[in-house]
Nanobody, 128 residues
């Protein structure tokens, strides 16, 4: 059974950091495109980062550049999102998603319809 499970979210103060994990089962994350998305109530889910078939294909939304770092550990079959210098506006549900075709994240961030497997999300709350 194909499954993505996110973890690592929580309640943190502004300026702190988190590392979100996206663990896969039932398929291999290596060589496919993985995206991290976030969503706040009442707003559209947006891609914040992706890593493509090749680890050299990495993109970030402008608002997180320099603070978010995506990485992939093939041995652990896990993709990570390191989030530094957290801001209150980073508060959201964070989802990872996989594009098994590998065609997304080649030149830009993917859209939600580019992805065919989704996790259930992990909540990040940034508040003092």
């Amino acid at each position: 059974q194909v499954q993505l499970v996110e973890s690592g979210g929580g309640l943190v103060q502004p300026g702190s950091f988190l590392r979100l994990s996206c663990a896969a089962s039932g398929f291999t994350l290596g060589g496919i495109a993985i995206g991290w998305f976030r969503q706040v109530p009442g707003r559209q889910r947006e891609a914040v980062s992706c890593i493509g078939r090749r680890d050299s294909n990495i993109f970030y939304i402008d608002s997180v550049k320099g603070r978010f770092t995506i990485s992939r550990d093939n041995a652990e079959n896990t993709v990570y999102l390191q989030i530094d210098s957290l801001k209150p506006e980073d508060t959201a549900d964070y989802f990872c998603a996989a594009d098994s075709t590998g065609l997304s994240c080649l030149a830009a961030l993917p859209g939600i319809y580019d992805m065919d497997y989704w996790g259930k999300g992990t909540l990040v709350t940034v508040s003092s």
